[in-house]
């Protein structure tokens, strides 16, 4: 026998030798120190160190209509919803053998191959958060509660585009529910809420926001609402839309401080207007959305306006929209800024 056959038939010695081993050592284990190191294995298999979650219980779940998902603090700050909760939210099933990490990317992997523009959900579903929650207890596993509003923009287009299937078709709907501002402020004060961390918040809190959301200059002017808002705007108040001039009714601007700048975050709109001058006319100098921060600000609006656009598009009427935008994102401390009632807006003019 060579040289390499001998050394082969070693190695292979060696490692049945040592199958036989492990296996004689695992057998002289009891249960539970079977079952202890098998979760420590499970543990060490994710990557970065474990955290701590300061705020949160299965009491107190983040609720949206009827749907509950468990929401924490991290020590850190970062506010995560529990790995089963998010996928029974948007209206997975938690049976079966896959769990709900794998459930989440398989179906943003089969969109994405219908051609639906996923972004990094299939890396983000792939990589949830082990922490240890304020009760202690075993490890649980979550994400960022930002993935919310993403993965639901995902299932509407889906579902607008007829992509689910007839045994998904649900998710879309669900989603529209769960959808709660898009912005990622909306979700994040959600779980402050549920959890109680608001309460322990930093006073500054406010003025971090608008820090995130309002730029100390002026941005350039880039093309920013789609020609789909204005022309919805002018179906659902029941005008003709004037294909050959860009002439829009002045109250439209009152309505869209409303629906799009008032429900980005809070205070907002108010910053907004102090800082954007105006002419000798009343009105401000520049488009507004040139205030907004190019890495925060100004993505939060168009993530919002292309739920706003999309409402729209489900919508019958004026009203039907109004009751969409209010569920989908409910407005936080907003008044209008002339005495408006809804109730004796008619949906065409005002």
């Given at each position: 026998?060579?040289?390499?056959?001998?050394?082969?038939?070693?190695?292979?010695?060696k490692?049945?030798?040592?199958?036989v081993?492990?296996?004689?050592r695992?057998?002289?284990?009891?249960?539970?120190?079977r079952?202890?190191?098998?979760?420590?294995?499970?543990?060490?298999?994710?990557?970065?160190?474990?955290?701590?979650a300061t705020?949160?219980?299965?009491?107190?779940p983040?609720?949206?209509?009827?749907?509950?998902?468990?929401?924490?603090v991290?020590?850190?700050?970062?506010?995560?919803?529990?790995?089963r909760?998010?996928?029974?939210?948007?209206?997975?099933?938690?049976?079966?053998r896959?769990?709900?990490?794998?459930?989440?990317?398989?179906?943003?992997?089969?969109?994405?191959?219908?051609?639906?523009?996923i972004?990094?959900?299939i890396?983000?579903?792939?990589?949830?958060?082990?922490?240890i929650?304020?009760?202690?207890?075993?490890?649980?596993?979550?994400?960022?509660?930002?993935?919310?509003?993403?993965?639901?923009?995902?299932?509407?287009?889906?579902?607008?585009?007829?992509?689910?299937?007839?045994?998904?078709?649900?998710?879309?709907?669900?989603?529209?529910?769960?959808?709660?501002?898009?912005?990622?402020v909306?979700?994040?004060?959600?779980?402050?809420?549920?959890t109680?961390?608001?309460?322990?918040?930093?006073?500054?809190?406010?003025?971090?926001?608008?820090?995130?959301?309002?730029?100390?200059e002026?941005?350039?002017?880039?093309?920013?609402f789609?020609?789909?808002?204005?022309?919805?705007?002018?179906?659902?108040?029941?005008?003709?839309?004037?294909?050959?001039?860009?002439?829009?009714?002045?109250?439209?601007?009152?309505?869209?401080?409303?629906?799009?700048?008032?429900?980005?975050?809070?205070?907002?709109?108010?910053?907004?207007?102090?800082?954007?001058?105006?002419?000798?006319?009343?009105?401000?100098?520049?488009?507004?959305?040139?205030?907004?921060?190019s890495n925060?600000?100004?993505?939060?609006?168009?993530?919002?306006?292309?739920?706003?656009?999309?409402?729209?598009?489900?919508?019958?009427s004026?009203?039907?929209?109004?009751?969409?935008?209010?569920?989908?994102h409910?407005?936080?401390?907003?008044?209008?800024?002339?005495?408006?009632?809804?109730d004796?807006?008619?949906?065409r003019?005002?």
């Open positions: 026998m060579d040289d390499a056959a001998t050394d082969g038939f070693d190695e292979a010695g490692d049945a030798s040592k199958a081993g492990g296996y004689a695992a057998q002289a284990l009891s249960p539970e120190e079952t202890a190191i098998a979760r420590k294995a499970a543990t060490s298999r994710w990557a970065g160190p474990i955290q701590t705020h949160g219980s299965p009491d107190d983040l609720r949206i209509g009827d749907i509950e998902i468990g929401c924490y991290l020590a850190d700050g970062r506010r995560v919803l529990s790995q909760g998010l996928q029974s939210g948007i209206g997975l099933s938690e049976g079966g896959k769990g709900g990490a794998r459930k989440i990317a398989d179906l943003m992997a089969k969109l994405a191959g219908k051609g639906i523009d972004k990094d959900l890396a983000r579903a792939n990589s949830p958060i082990r922490f929650p304020p009760h202690g207890g075993n490890p649980a596993d979550g994400y960022e509660a930002t993935i919310l509003p993403d993965i639901c923009a995902v299932l509407i287009e889906a579902g607008r585009l007829g992509m689910l299937g007839k045994r998904l078709e649900g998710l879309a709907e669900r989603c529209a529910i769960l959808q709660h501002g898009f912005a990622t909306g979700i994040i004060a959600l779980v402050d809420e549920a109680g961390y608001q309460r322990d918040r930093a006073r500054d809190a406010l003025a971090k926001i608008l820090e995130a959301f309002i730029a100390k002026l941005q350039p002017y880039v093309r920013t789609p020609g789909d808002y204005y022309e919805e705007m002018f179906r659902l108040r029941g005008l003709t839309y004037p294909t050959g001039s860009v002439r829009r009714p002045q109250y439209f601007g009152v309505l869209t401080n409303n629906i799009v700048y008032k429900r980005l975050a809070p205070g907002v709109l108010e910053e907004l207007k102090r800082v954007t001058p105006k002419l000798e006319s009343g009105r401000h100098k520049d488009k507004l959305f040139q205030r907004l921060t925060v600000g100004y993505p939060k609006l168009r993530e919002h306006l292309g739920s706003v656009v999309t409402m729209m598009k489900l919508s019958q004026w009203h039907d929209f109004m009751d969409k935008l209010d569920r989908i409910p407005p936080r401390n907003y008044q209008l800024s002339f005495d408006y009632q809804k004796e807006d008619d949906g003019g005002l």
